[in-house]
């Protein structure tokens, strides 16, 4: 998966929206495979236009690794941004983020719909009291 620093380089080499929404497409087929037994409704997210889950392993060393999926690509392409941007990360530094400057600096939030843009914070929320 890439880092935040190489999500700041690919996106800021796309031009118009098609190029970013490809980039996230390409994205979410980056997105470890999310197993079916953790497709819960405690790892559901409720607010989102498709459905979303979330769940997270705390390391030993107190970092944070997030996995997630959804049924819609674009909203699958956000989440793995969501999660490179969170991952590997201990509680304080997740708290220490802010996730909405990061993707307008992606330009990813421009094009997005009212409904998508709630969906994103409900995520941003989620990790944030995950951690």
Known sequence: MPTEQSLLELFSQQHNWQERYRQLILLSKQLPAFPDDQK????QIDGCENRVWLSFQKQTDNTFIF??????RIVKGLLAVLIIIANNKTAQQIH???F?????Q?????ELSQ???QGI??????IQAVA
């Open 100 to 104: 909405q400057a990061i993707l307008s």
């Open 121 to 126: 914070t409900k995520i941003i929320e989620r």
């Open 96 to 98: 220490a983020i802010n």
């Open 40 to 43: 819960t409704e405690d790892n």
């Open 67 to 72: 996995m997630g999926d959804s049924e819609g």
């Open 115 to 117: 409904s998508r843009l």
């Open 106 to 110: 992606l330009q990813i939030t421009d």
